[in-house]
């Protein structure tokens, strides 16, 4: 069954050459073809099953990344979004997305995990969290039109979701203050999943305000500033495990995250192993074939959890104690383990602040996933693609609250991935789903995940968390840097990256002793955000940029560095540029775009 038929349909009729870009670049016959002959049973079987894809590419390793040969295939077939493709490319593409996000699906639930002994409750978190994430990939990946209207819930594209790092800094820290008044585990994150369903709200009435708005009231280099304090904030978490754990960095007693190891915090052990995986990450970018490097940070996992449990301490402790796997079920899914949602008052600032990051971050997100789908920026079906995909982001993150799950959003990491293979399609997004579904509902695969020691996921999340850090910068850099924005950037960051390196300076806000019930959730929920770094952050740089006015050389002068189309005549070589733009793991649409005649464009989508 054809699932993506309609969305082909709708696409030809509006486009009266019914042929797209895609389709032309791997168009490679000539005016005098040979009649067309009619294929055997078996050539179908495994054009239906195999293709003709390049997999050789695909899994050829870089011997010599120092070199300047193009080591990959300039011919390689580009899939656009609504193509249907062989089963086994995309389950191959499928995993290949899903081993570039499962570390960062499970690394949320598993450092939330640390507040708990139960081991149970650990690997209910990380199964949640990989089944939610593929159920909600589906929703994204599908769309669905809302009956009677022109919106839709999901992007249409290859846009698959996981669980957000957004919401990491303020999850544990709402959980340590709710712990630390007396509440159990269980109570303090249910009453946190609450707060996410009210402050999913936010993102969805952001899906349905027009883009030029959004920017207006929150310009990217806001965006990119938060994003910059959340990694800054997470980076002294990846630290703490990367030495053996937060339990042991804290107290200065011996760990206890490291198997049946005890050493004392940051011990050469531990420190050589995170510093283990990090070097695997390093030797893949260098030598891994595109499928290795964009799963790198699963194969670091893998591989520095395979040296850490064949490796004891010095005292013959080992570093990895299985027994987490063996008592876990074979089969699991989604409200095996519950929790009583409530609702904590004083997080909800921070957590809209957070929403509405996300929801700026995702517009970003789902416009790079429509450029590498062949999607002009300006056209009707990328502004469907970015109200379509932020609505769904609402929507998934309301239905992981319910599901017990943390707040879900897209990754962009796999839009390097759509670089490197020239697949687009949203098949390949339905095959990632289904192998994050096999990943939740196996328990054992859960237990795994919450087995790794601390210092082999330490070492790995440092690296994720200092990618999120750069991505902030990446993002500040879009728009020229003005003395306006230069001077609300040092003001926001006097705060918030103040607070994220000293967070205690609010600890003179004593809110036990107020007595009045209301004033002290108003002070709880204070005393909650001045210690969020993000949050207080992002507020101070939302003020300035309000009450600050615009200068004439801001608005006249200092363009944005943004990709400018133009409508005129392009001459150039198109061997070249498609053998240069996979070389460099490029966009592989431009090639595309760039082959076809002025009047074979009009009506695509394309300028």
């Not at 149970?120 to 159920?135: E, M």
């Amino acid at each position: 069954m054809d699932c993506f038929a309609s969305d082909r349909k709708r696409d030809a009729d509006n486009d009266s050459h019914a042929a797209t870009p895609q389709v032309q670049v791997m168009s490679m016959g000539s005016e005098d073809e040979k009649p067309e002959v009619k294929e055997t049973a078996k050539e179908r079987a495994r054009r239906v099953i195999i293709g003709d894809y390049d997999y050789k590419t695909m899994c050829m390793p870089a011997w010599n990344p120092w070199s300047k040969k193009i080591h990959h295939d300039a011919n390689m077939k580009f899939f656009g979004p609504n193509e249907p493709m062989p089963v086994f490319l995309m389950l191959v593409m499928g995993l290949q997305h899903a081993l570039a996000m499962v570390g960062g699906i499970i690394t949320p639930p598993v450092l939330v995990g640390l507040a708990t002994r139960d081991a149970d409750t650990k690997q209910a978190l990380v199964s949640a969290a990989l089944i939610v994430s593929s159920l909600c990939t589906v929703l994204q990946v599908v769309r669905i039109p809302i009956y009677g209207t022109q919106y839709y819930v999901g992007s249409g594209l290859l846009s698959v979701i996981g669980t957000s790092f957004t919401f990491l800094p303020i999850s544990r820290g709402a959980i340590a203050t709710q712990m630390a008044a007396g509440k159990s585990f269980d109570e303090a994150y249910g009453a946190l999943l609450g707060v996410y369903i009210v402050g999913a709200l936010a993102e969805l009435c952001m899906s349905f305000i027009p883009r030029k708005y959004i920017k207006k009231i929150f310009p990217p280099w806001i965006s990119g500033l938060t994003i910059f304090l959340i990694g800054a904030a997470l980076i002294k978490s990846g630290m703490q495990s990367w030495g053996g754990g937060a339990f042991c960095a804290t107290t200065g007693k011996p760990c206890t995250d490291v198997g049946d190891s005890h050493l004392p915090y940051a011990s050469p052990a531990y420190i050589g192993l995170g510093f283990f995986v990090l070097t695997v990450t390093v030797f893949l970018e260098l030598f891994g074939s595109p499928f290795l490097r964009s799963a790198q940070v699963a194969i670091g996992l893998l591989i520095g959890y395979a040296l850490a449990a064949g490796t004891s301490d010095i005292n013959g402790d080992k570093y990895v104690n299985t027994s987490k796997i063996d008592s876990a079920p074979v089969i699991t899914f989604l409200w095996v383990k519950t929790f009583p949602i409530g609702f904590y008052a004083p997080a909800i600032l921070p957590v809209l602040i957070g929403f509405l990051v996300s929801g700026v971050e995702s517009i970003g997100d789902l416009t790079a996933t429509g450029e590498a789908s062949g999607l002009h920026p300006e056209s009707s079906r990328q502004a469907e693609a970015v109200q379509g995909g932020l609505l769904a982001d609402a929507v998934n993150s309301i239905f992981a609250a319910f599901a017990m799950s943390l707040p879900n959003t897209t990754f962009s990491q796999n839009n390097g991935v759509i670089a490197l293979t020239r697949v687009s399609s949203r098949l390949a997004g339905l095959g990632c789903a289904l192998w994050l579904f096999l990943f939740g509902i196996f328990g054992q695969v859960g237990a795994f995940f919450t087995s790794i020691p601390g210092p082999v996921l330490g070492g790995m999340t440092t690296f994720l968390f200092a990618n999120i850090t750069v991505s902030g910068i990446k993002v500040i850099g879009t728009k020229t840097i003005t003395r306006r924005i230069r001077f609300i950037l040092s003001v926001s960051l006097v705060f918030g990256l103040g607070i994220t390196l000293w967070p205690d300076w609010a600890e003179v806000l004593n809110c036990t002793n107020v007595g009045n019930s209301g004033v002290t959730g108003l002070c709880e929920a204070a005393k909650l955000t001045l210690t969020t770094g993000y949050a207080v952050g992002c507020i101070t740089a939302l003020i300035l940029h309000g009450i600050m006015p615009q200068d004439w050389a801001e608005e006249h002068l200092a363009p944005d560095r943004t990709c400018h189309y133009t409508t005129q005549p392009v001459d150039v070589d198109m061997a070249e540029l498609k053998a240069h733009e996979l070389s460099a793991g490029g966009d592989p649409t431009v090639s595309s775009y760039l082959s076809q005649s002025s009047a074979s464009r009009k009506g695509s989508g394309f300028p």
